[in-house]
């Protein structure tokens, strides 16, 4: 069992960046898909980005490629999501999930969820 909490949202003007945490807890993210979803207001949640934390790998969503960025924090068992350009359209609660080996884009191939955190980036 893997437990996931996120942190680092907020609020952010269009052109800044935001960096969001997914501390994991119970168990290493080894041999684990980390990813990153957001869903804004009345809108499905959709894949923004995934990586392998073993053997290396990473997939972004065309929406945020050259923008966002995932990084690895080993010693703290965390990944990072670096966020910059930031758009007033990723605007959303971001959520990270882990799963077992492959990248996947879709939400049901995760197994384990965070709680979320709001990212709100103004005009």
């Known amino acids: 069992q893997v437990q996931l909490v996120e942190s680092g949202g907020g609020l952010v003007q269009a052109g800044g960046s935001l960096s969001l945490s997914c501390a994991a807890s119970?168990?290493?993210?080894?041999?684990?898909?980390v990813g990153w979803f957001r869903q804004a207001p009345g809108k499905e949640r959709e894949f923004v980005a995934a990586?392998?934390?073993?053997?290396?790998?990473?997939f972004y969503a065309d929406s945020v490629k050259g923008r966002f960025t995932i990084s690895k924090d080993r010693a703290k068992n965390t990944a990072i999501l670096q966020m910059s350009s930031l758009k007033p359209e990723d605007t959303a609660v971001y959520y990270c999930?882990?799963?077992?080996?492959?990248?996947?884009?879709?939400?049901?191939?995760?197994?384990?969820w965070g709680q979320g955190t709001q990212v709100t980036v103004s005009a």
């Open positions: 119970g168990r290493s993210f080894a041999n684990h898909v």
């Open positions: 990586t392998r934390w073993s053997g290396g790998g990473t």
């Open positions: 999930a882990a799963k077992t080996l492959t990248i996947e884009t879709m939400k049901e191939k995760y197994d384990y």
